[in-house]
């Protein structure tokens, strides 16, 4: 008993920094809830059907800048293709059918996004297929990101208001596939 | 002298005539090109080097390499156009900005906090065994005089007694 009552007066416990615990669970804190962030952002999944698609500007092969904000009022098909895709050419021909069908009543617009491709190649896709809608590179993978896209083909497109109609993965098997899903939103 | 004049520009004419030859780029070769490649990652393909990556797409990347060294571009120009063109996920080593910094300063920090664990705990456990040596030679120290503990003092007195 002596002992336990020498060594408790002899040999006083140090005292532990609170600064030290209270350093060690803050960081322990903000990197769980980095990681929370990065795996809810992972899992989040691509734009659902009824909501508004992000926005974003294309910046097309000729030069122009389309920001999507432009075409409120106007059914938006965004296309992502690559010229390395080759689901992406089995719709080609048939997304340009049904842009021409479209174009002349200017309610519907074709818009292609080129993912992670090399501009000599997408211009050699583009001029393959005589595609004549708008197209650009998707810069910094910033319009894939935004809609969170799995792959390519994908299609997206737009009603009038701004939200997601219908969304397509992999390739379209035909114009009247494209059309059955634009022609019910241009019904005023 | 006036004789030798013709004949001597007849002679030098044709040399300033020939028009300056340029000397042709080489085209760069393939270790040059993945020089460059071996710091990019397939945009397309997860954790492929560009320089070992096999497909079409990565034998369209590597020529666009290709033909940018051709044009004189630096190897730091051609990252920028990569990252510009593909987003920073294409650079080997993530960009320190925004919360890439987490990635060059956490793991510093994680080995110096666990060093400093294991330095207070290994202290820790020499000096109860300091004290178990120091006491352990014959009866069990007592308790310097300390005016203020009187209680103390009493109390091993007793246990003594005992």
């Not at chain 2, 520009?9 to 080489?26: C, D, H, N, Y």
């Not at chain 2, 956490?106 to 109860?128: D, E, K, N, Q, Y």
């Amino acid at each position: 008993m002596s002992d336990i009552v020498s060594q408790t007066s002899t040999q006083e416990a140090p005292a532990r920094p609170r600064w030290g615990r209270i350093a060690a669970w803050g960081g322990l804190i903000v990197l769980l809830a980095v990681i929370g962030f990065g795996l809810l952002r992972v899992q989040k999944g691509p734009v659902s059907q009824g909501q508004v698609v992000p926005a974003f500007s294309l910046s097309t092969f000729d030069g122009n800048v389309i920001p999507l904000s432009s075409l409120t009022g106007k059914v938006v098909v965004v296309n992502f293709w690559a010229s390395w895709c080759k689901p992406c050419e089995q719709e080609a021909a048939d997304m340009q059918s049904a842009w021409k069908y479209y174009e002349p009543g200017g309610k519907v617009v074709f818009l292609g996004v080129d993912y992670v491709d090399t501009e000599p190649e997408a211009r050699g896709y583009l001029a393959k297929f005589g595609i004549t809608y708008p197209n650009g590179p998707d810069l910094g993978t910033r319009i894939s990101q935004a809609f969170r896209i799995r792959g390519v083909p994908e299609t997206y497109v737009v009603d009038r208001s701004g939200k997601l109609a219908f969304f397509q993965y992999g390739p379209f098997s035909s114009v009247d596939d494209i059309k059955a899903q634009i022609d019910p939103l241009l019904t005023p | 002298m006036k004789k030798y004049l013709w004949p001597a520009l007849l002679l030098i004419l044709p040399f300033l005539i020939v028009g300056q030859a340029s000397a042709q780029v080489p085209t760069p070769s393939d270790d040059q090109v993945n020089v460059i490649a071996r710091q990019l990652f397939c945009p397309v393909c997860e954790n492929t080097p560009l320089d070992v990556c096999p497909t079409q797409a990565c034998a369209q990347w590597r020529e666009l390499i290709r033909e940018k060294l051709a044009q004189g571009w630096t190897e730091t120009q051609i990252k920028q156009y990569f990252v510009d063109q593909y987003g920073d996920r294409v650079l080997g080593t993530p960009p320190a900005h925004g919360l890439n910094w987490l990635v060059y300063i956490l793991p510093p920090i994680a080995i110096l906090a666990g060093l400093f664990i294991l330095v207070r705990a290994f202290l820790a456990w020499r000096t109860p065994a300091a004290t178990a040596g120091a006491s352990s030679s014959g009866t069990p120290p007592l308790i310097g005089p300390n005016k203020d503990d009187e209680y103390i003092r009493r109390l091993e007195e007793e246990l003594r007694k005992r």
